[in-house]
C-alpha cells in the first residue's frame, strides 16, 4: 500500500558511525543455490577492519561453509564488489582481483604462505599454507578471470568460470569439493586477500579460518553443459533446483555475464536473452510439450522431458524483458508474473511458490532449461533434464505480499520475508521492477534516489516503539500496525549505495549498524544481520514489515503490512 508525502526525511545520508560486521551470508544468490539450507554448522567465519583506501577493494568478511557436496564462499566489501564503471569509487580504478586462498590440508608449513608477499611481509598473524586459489577478477566493470588455480604455480589452473554472483557489497562463489580435490569431514584452514589498481596496487589481506567440510544435504539437482553457443551470456553452462520451506528455489550459470548491462554485452552480440527453466510437473516425457524438438526442429536432448510450467527471465537492452511463469502448452496463459529473481555475475537465480506453480511437497518432477537469445539467428542453447523430488528442511519464515500500487516499479513493493540463519536475521524485499537499478534502468520519468526500510518489532508490542500507523502526521493505512525498535535501510542514489544502516525507529540519528552485508540485483534486496546487533536472541518473536520512500511523485511512499516471525534457527528435514 502506498502514501503520498512531501518529506525526504530518509533522503539525507547520516554521519557514519562504527561498523559493526559479522560472519556474512551469501544472500539470495546462494539462497537459491542452497546456502540458506546451512542455518547451523559448520562454517568458517573471518572479519577484517577497514583498511584499504579503496572502497571496492576494502575487504571486510570472509565465510565459508559446505553444502552437499559443494563449497559455498563469500566476502564483503566496504563499498560496491566488482563495480560497474559508474560505480567505481572516485579517484580509483576499476580494476580488482578478489581471492579465496585455501589450505587443503590445514598446515602452515605446506603450500603457499600467506605471510609474505612479493617479498615483503603481509602481517597476517595466523598465516596459512594454501594449496587452492579461487579468485573472481575484475576490471573496467567486467569479469578478468574467475578461476581456480594452484597457489604454487599460478600458470596450473584447475577450474575456470564456477558459479559466481556479484551485487551489493558481497561476492559469492559455489565449487564442486571433488573439483579442489576435497573430500567431505576433510579439515581445511581459509583466508582471503584483494589486490586492485588502485593506491600502487595495495593489497588487503584477512587473517585466516579453519572449516570442516560437512553440512546438510538438502537433496539438490544439478546439472551441467559445455561452452556451445557463441553469445557466452546466452551459453547455459548448469542449473540446480531444490526446495526450502514452501518454494522451489531455481538457479542458471552462464558462461558470461548472466543478463549483461549494454556495456557488458558479448562484443558483435545482441542484448536480448530469453532464460528458460521448464517443470515437467508430472514426470512423464508423454504429457505436457516435450523439449525433444522445437519449432519442427530436433533440438538434440538425450532425456526429453514434457513440461507443464515456464519459469522466464527476458532480458533486453539491459533490463527485464518479461518476467513470468505460463503455460508450457499456451505460452499466452500466464500464471505469475514479477516472482523474485536476481542476476550477477554469472548466475541467475529465481524462487517461486510451489502452490502457485500448482506443486505440492512430496511431489517429484523433472527439470530442464534452454536459452533463446537474438545473436547468431537466434540460436539455442537447450540442457538435459533431470529429475527433483519436492522435499527440503522447513523454515521458520515471515512473509508479506503486497499489492503493485506505485507509479515508480523500482519502488513498489511486492513482497518481503524474513528468517534466520544461523546468529542473522536475514531478510528480503521484492519490487515491481529493478531494485537499486542503475541510471539507465530508471523508471522513464521517475527519479533514481530509493530508501528501502524494514521495520522491525523486535518486542512484538505495537504499543511501544514507532508506530506505522501514521507516517508524518497522515494515516499510511495498514491494517495491522506494528510498533518498530529498529529500521533496516539500505539508501540508493544515482545509481550508488546512498546510506546502508540500521538505526533507533525512535530517533533515527541513533545509527547502531553500518554497512553490514547486502545484495542487490534484479528485483531482490537482500539483508544479513547478526541478531546481537540488533538486540535479539534466539527462540524471541517479532514482528516485520517494510516500507519505501523515494523521491519520484512527491516523494510517494509504499507501505507493506506486518507479520510475525520467531528467531528459530533449526530446520527439519533435508
Known sequence: MKMQTTSNVRGQQRPRQPASWAAPLLGLALAAAGSSLHAAGERATIVDPQDLGDSSGDLRAVEAHVLGDHLYLSLTVQGVVAPSTAQTPEGKVNRYYYHWLLDTDNNPATGRSNAEYEGSPTGVTKPIGAERVVMVGWRDGKPNGVEVYDALDDDNVFVTDFTYH?????????????????????????????EGASDDWAVDWTESDTLTLGGLNPGMVRVTDPADLGDSSGDLRAFSAHVLGDQLHLALTVQGVVAPSPAQTPEGKVNRYYYHWLLDTDNNPAT???????????????????AERVV??????????????????????????????????????????????????GQTIAVSAFQEGAS????????????????????????????????????????????????????????????????????????????????????????????NAEYEGNPTGVQKPLGAERVVMIGWRDGKPNGIEVYDAVDDDNVLVTDFTYQASGNTLTASIPLASLGLSIGQTIAVSAFQEGASDGWAVDWVESATVTLDPRQAGG
Open 166 to 194: 556479484a551485487s551489493g557489497n558481497t561476492l559469492t562463489a559455489v565449487i564442486p569439493l571433488s573439483d579442489l580435490g576435497l573430500t567431505v569431514g576433510q579439515t581445511i584452514a581459509v583466508a582471503a586477500f584483494q
Open 376 to 467: 547468431d539467428g537466434w540460436a539455442v542453447d537447450w540442457m538435459e533434464s533431470a529429475p527433483l523430488a519436492l522435499t527440503g528442511p522447513a523454515l521458520s519464515q515471515a512473509h508479506v505480499a503486497d499489492a503493485k500500487d506505485l507509479e515508480d516499479s523500482s519502488g513498489d513493493i511486492r513482497s518481503i520475508t524474513a528468517h534466520v540463519e544461523g546468529e542473522s536475521l536475514r531478510l528480503s524485499m521484492t519490487v515491481e521492477g529493478i531494485a537499486a537499478p542503475s541510471v539507465e534502468q530508471t523508471p522513464e520519468g521517475k527519479v533514481n534516489r530509493y530508501y528501502y526500510h524494514w521495520l522491525l518489532d523486535t518486542d512484538n508490542n505495537p504499543a511501544t516503539g514507532r508506530s
Open 288 to 306: 505436457g510439450r516435450s523439449n525433444a524438438e522445437y519449432e519442427g526442429n530436433p533440438t538434440g536432448v538425450q532425456k526429453p522431458l514434457g
Open 312 to 361: 522466464m527471465v527476458g532480458w533486453r537492452d539491459g533490463k527485464p524483458n518479461g518476467v513470468e511463469v505460463y503455460d508450457a502448452l499456451d505460452d499466452d496463459n500466464v500464471f505469475l508474473t514479477g516472482f523474485s529473481f536476481a542476476t550477477g555475475g554469472n548466475t541467475l537465480h529465481a524462487i517461486l511458490p510451489l502452490s502457485a506453480l500448482g506443486l505440492s511437497p
